[in-house]
């Protein structure tokens, strides 16, 4: 159990729709990264908070997809109008301050797009 | 920007035998060097990572890493290979605080 939780473990929704994925980090970790991973490819980084602040978002993350880390503690990501290709699992890991400390990862969400 | 190659999508190695899974890198400045795995339906595991100091790195499960600079490398090793091993093997650096993985690695081990 690496103490990074993701909620929901599934999730499956029409074309159109929009969909709220949480993640709660391990207390003590004030760095969240969200990515996203389809079959057969490794994670693709789509944003990272440090605390409550936005640090990056990747530019091929289109104005669909939002997230958001109120008071540094647990965060969500929105995915408006979802579109079949957002099908994918969506990944939330956390760590310390600096950039040289491992990832905990969740168990992610899968989402599917029908 | 930084980036990292895993030239091969599977590695076949009989059981018993050593292992390579490769890794090269290309960031601007000193680069921080990472190794996950992901068993079937779980969340990825660190195994180990490049700081700085020794090129040779020692991780979970046997496995260790040589970082060589000049050839911006950093592959996956292990002396003796199990059938327990066979996963999901990727590769990241980090240089800029985003932390950027590979397309990963499909190890098969033969019993």
């Given at each position: 159990?690496?103490?990074?939780?993701?909620?929901?473990?599934?999730?499956?929704?029409?074309?159109?729709?929009?969909?709220?994925?949480?993640?709660?980090?391990?207390?003590?970790?004030?760095?969240?990264?969200?990515?996203?991973?389809?079959?057969?490819?490794?994670?693709?980084?789509?944003?990272?908070?440090?605390n409550?602040?936005q640090?990056?978002?990747?530019?091929?993350?289109?104005?669909r997809?939002?997230?958001?880390?109120?008071?540094?503690?647990?965060?969500?990501?929105?995915?408006?109008?979802?579109?079949?290709?957002?099908?994918?699992?969506?990944?939330?890991?956390?760590?310390?301050?600096?950039?040289?400390?491992?990832?905990?990862?969740?168990?992610?969400?899968?989402?599917s797009v029908? | 920007?930084?980036s990292?190659?895993?030239?091969?999508?599977?590695?076949?190695?009989?059981?018993?035998?050593?292992l390579?899974?490769?890794?090269?890198?290309?960031?601007?400045?000193n680069?921080?060097?990472?190794?996950?795995?992901?068993?079937?339906?779980?969340?990825?595991?660190?195994?180990?990572?490049?700081?700085?100091?020794?090129?040779?790195?020692?991780?979970?499960?046997?496995?260790?890493?040589?970082?060589?600079?000049?050839?911006?490398?950093?592959?996956?090793?292990?002396?003796?290979?199990?059938?327990?091993?066979?996963?999901?093997?990727?590769?990241?650096?980090?240089?800029?605080?985003?932390?950027?993985?590979?397309?990963?690695?499909?190890l098969?081990?033969?019993?």
């Amino acid at each position: 159990d690496t103490g990074v939780s993701q909620n929901p473990r599934h999730k499956i929704t029409k074309r159109g729709q929009n969909v709220t994925f949480r993640c709660d980090p391990i207390s003590e970790h004030n760095r969240l990264y969200w990515y996203r991973q389809t079959l057969g490819q490794g994670p693709e980084f789509l944003t990272y908070f440090q605390n409550e602040a936005q640090l990056e978002k990747s530019r091929l993350l289109s104005d669909r997809f939002s997230a958001e880390r109120p008071k540094g503690s647990f965060s969500t990501l929105e995915i408006q109008r979802t579109e079949q290709g957002d099908s994918a699992m969506y990944l939330c890991a956390t760590t310390g301050p600096q950039t040289n400390e491992k990832l905990f990862f969740g168990s992610g969400t899968q989402l599917s797009v029908l | 920007a930084q980036s990292v190659a895993q030239p091969e999508d599977q590695v076949n190695v009989a059981e018993g035998n050593p292992l390579t899974v490769k890794c090269t890198y290309s960031v601007s400045g000193n680069p921080y060097l990472f190794w996950y795995v992901q068993y079937p339906n779980r969340g990825l595991q660190f195994l180990l990572k490049y700081i700085t100091g020794d090129n040779l790195v020692k991780g979970s499960y046997g496995f260790e890493a040589e970082f060589n600079k000049s050839q911006t490398s950093f592959h996956l090793k292990k002396p003796s290979a199990l059938v327990s091993d066979s996963a999901l093997y990727f590769c990241a650096v980090s240089a800029d605080d985003k932390i950027i993985f590979g397309k990963g690695t499909r190890l098969h081990i033969l019993p």
